[in-house]
């Protein structure tokens, strides 16, 4: 397998806007964020030090424990904004302890873009079609259309499209063209491969597990079956983004698997490691992100002596 070293992604980019996002303190199982005008203090498996900034904690607005719901000062059953990366998002505290943004996703953003926009026809041609699965709020799919892609928008959950339709028109774009489905990413995806549909980019942010209509999703078992979906549905000159936000599926075991699917693009990407910094020094994993590009050059073959981790 091509290896590549694990450049650090740090993403936490809202200290000095008050609109947008910052880790502030993580540690003994729990992460402290602001989110906008709000701080948030969650469980956070991956926390595994501990606090850098005791004092800092005393600030939450909103509280999340598993076994008993949400407190604090602020009330849960309002929702707030924020901006990342330019788009406002509508927040809000989730029964199951989310807030409706992965703010570490933020850090493909830039990526994202820059594929799309490379991707753009002359003024007559057809927009580049990009496929979000998994998409939630809609994160993605707002980047991907503000680029100028067509996107296909799919989440299992009515509501979590609702909630990305709402994002869309705070942000203008809902009269971009993207298709909002409430289906299975599996289905959506066997159903495309069917109609013989391609698209020029595939976004996948599958959780660790996960329930739609008629079947329940597990990251281990059913993500190699979508990704050999996925080769079926992709052009020739695709790009693919796949995160795990979960620790249960390292970046290298994900890569392995896209290449397996999709071994046109295997000395095509780069492995990235998802992870948030607070200025107390703490960091908290979150995950990986693997990013393959048809456009992107072979990189040069290693030396014996690898490149090791590094900051990227
Ligand atoms: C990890 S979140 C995605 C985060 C998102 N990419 C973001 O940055 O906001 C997982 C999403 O997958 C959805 N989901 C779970 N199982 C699904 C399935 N089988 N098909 C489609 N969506 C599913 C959930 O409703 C949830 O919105």
Known sequence: MGGESYPLE????????????????????????????????????????????PSAWRAADLRFDP?????????????????????????????????????EHAANLAWLDAEIRARLPGATGTPPAVLNL???????????????????????????VAWARRNAALNGLEARPIRWLVDDAQALVDREARRGRRYQ????????????????????????????????I?????????TAHSTGLDGETLAA?????????????EVRRLELAAPSGATLPLGWAVRASAGRPVPPARSSAGTGHHRG
Do not use: K, M, Q
């Not at 998994?134 to 067509?150: D, E, K, S, V, Y």
């Open 10 to 53: 740090v993403s936490s980019d809202g200290a000095r806007d008050p609109l947008g996002c910052e880790l502030l303190d993580a540690g003994a199982g729990r992460r402290l964020e602001r989110f906008g005008e709000r701080v948030v203090d969650r469980p956070a498996p991956g926390a595994t030090a501990a606090p850098r900034a």
């Open 67 to 103: 076994d008993r719901g949400w407190s604090g000062r602020a009330d849960p059953g309002a929702p707030w904004s924020v901006v990342v990366e330019g788009l406002t998002l509508e927040l809000r505290a989730t029964s199951s302890g989310g807030v409706g943004l992965y703010p």
């Open 134 to 160: 998994f998409a939630h709020t809609g994160l993605a799919t707002l980047a991907a259309a503000r680029a100028g892609a067509a996107v296909a928008h799919v989440d299992a959950a009515r509501a979590s």
């Open 201 to 232: 980019g595939i976004v996948l942010d599958p959780p660790s597990s996960g329930r739609a209509r008629t079947s329940r999703w597990t990251l281990a078992d059913d993500l190699p079956r979508l990704l050999a979906g996925c080769a079926r």
């Open 234 to 242: 992709v052009a020739d000159d695709a790009f693919v983004l796949l």
């Open 257 to 269: 698997l896209l290449d397996e699917a999709l071994p046109g693009l295997a000395g095509r990407r």
